[in-house]
């Protein structure tokens, strides 16, 4: 079966989840398993006309559950085809058990994930619930600021995920609704230029290639387990960041756009910062820039790859900053916020010894206002002034009631 | 930046107004965003939409704005909402209504000493489109009152837009655009 191809415009105006869809078709994704829910549904919706329009050739898998979901892309994957699919919040958490299947058989798919709160109470928009609780799942987890990163990251997602030397699976990140559903223009590739970058996809250990027959999803008691989880850490740890690098910079080559594991902005001399991820970077972006403009030396950092956790280019981007804003957007519940230890770990054992306080926002969609970050810059160079955390280690931004503080 | 907030009910297309309204500023060179506050999404809910427009790459992804316009596409929801919210001291109204304007102001005093301007986006996507789909209609309007394009350009633009629709429906749109140009007060 022969596929169309698409003429795009250079830019076109595209919300995240039509920015995945339409790389997913230039990847050509073989098969695409997919049980839809808000606010990621119109990603595999995109995809299933696409296919059914000629312009894929591929299959659409529907499923009765993310739970089926995910093992069809297990299935697809292992059977030695491009896999992809996408889910958010509750479906997310019903794939929890087959995402440590995927990465574990180490099998490379892609899985757009709109952020969106996990129940209860029931709430469809975008946090960072479903995100965090991917974290310990062995997936390489990348993370869109705006729909161009969602139509980027889809290419680098694939190129490393399948990549040989890695053989895991990717997730790539966008905010529910506030990217997923918000329209910006989007710097295109053409179809040739796309598919160019990720390449003909190359099985490994394919179920279908009967000459050499495999076995996938086998068990391993106490004499074999550890050793495979070690391997599988040595590789996120060790052969990821490279392969992401390489890739990042590829990409730089072909459409001059350029992503770093850590994004900083106007850090070089910066005495305060935010360190955020999702489309939080970028409003913080625009409210540092008018920081500077009253003196105040701001800055702002944004996580890209969250898994593996770029942890030395973390301090890097720290270095020398005299305090720092952690901002999570997803209840620790019980305890510190998971980028306020990252960051505590990242920074313990280096000179940079930034005052370090965090903060959680914007839960189940709550806006994050740029009066909001404008009152954080100042508390942040209140405590440079002090010198010393002049508040509790752990706040909750933009929450009605009496206002809650902990630590 | 211009800054524009659609209130509507769900359904009666404020998303793929803003959105059909961005892609058209797109192509002349500057930046674009558009999205919406969805609430339960029910069809028939009011809801908000919302543009952003700059000549610089748009950064900003908080909900909340002050816009410089405010478009109503469903005559009710100046009745049931505060379409005034957040409102600047030059903010300008687009209401879709068939009353004047001077009717509205008078029986909404929230409206008083701003800058309203009226046109019955309903009844022309009724006698036009065959539908009560007032989202095209008010942006015909909109052109007329920001100057922001010629008509004839915009109308161009649209019909690329709205592209794979049959041509009655398209024919049909761009009667809608120029009537509530012409007829917006």
Known sequence: MAFDKMELQKIEVWDGNRAAAQALRQSQVDVVAAYPITPSTPIVEGYAKFLADGYIEGEYVMVESEHAAMSGCVGAAAAGGRVATATSSQGFALMVEVLYQASGMRLPIVLNVANRALAAPLNVNGDHSDMYLGRDSGWIQLDAFCPQDVYDLNFIAFKVSEDHDVRLPCMVHQDGFMTSHTAQGVHTLTDDEAYGFIGEYKPMNDMLDFEHPVTHGVQTEEDWHFEHKARQHNDLMVKVIPKIQAAFDDFEKLSGRKYNMVESYDMSDADICVVCMGTSVETAREVATEMRAKGIKAGVVGIRVIRPIPFFEIAEALKGVKAIAALDRSSPNGAAGMLFNEIAGCLFNTDTKALLSGYVYGLGGRDLTKAHLVSLFTELQKNVDAGKVTTPLQQFIGVRGPKLSFL | ?185
């Not at chain 2, 543009?51 to 992804?61: Q, T």
Request: contains cysteine; positive net charge; charged residues 25%.
């Open chain 2, 1 to 185: 930046m211009l800054e524009i907030r659609w209130h509507s009910r769900a359904g009666q297309g404020a998303v793929t107004g803003a959105k059909g309204l961005a892609d058209v500023i797109s192509t002349t060179g500057k930046h674009v965003q558009a999205f919406a506050f969805y609430g339960s999404a029910k069809r028939g809910a009011a809801m908000m939409a919302f543009n952003r427009v700059d000549d610089k790459v748009i950064m900003n992804h908080e909900k909340y704005m002050e816009p410089d316009f405010v478009f109503v596409i469903d005559p009710a929801l100046v009745f049931t909402s505060d379409v005034t919210v957040n409102h600047k001291e030059n903010t300008i109204y687009i209401i879709t209504t068939h009353m004047s304007t001077e009717e509205l102001v008078a029986s909404q005093p929230k409206l008083a000493g701003k800058k309203v301007y009226t046109v019955d986006c309903i009844k022309i996507a009724q006698e036009t489109i065959g539908r009560a789909i007032p989202n095209t209609p008010m942006l015909g309007a909109f052109m007329k009152i920001s100057g922001m394009y010629d008509i004839e350009f915009f109308k161009e633009s649209m019909k690329r837009i709205l592209g794979k629709l049959p041509q009655k429906i398209i024919d049909a749109n761009m009667l809608a655009i120029q009537r509530a140009f012409d007829e917006v007060k």
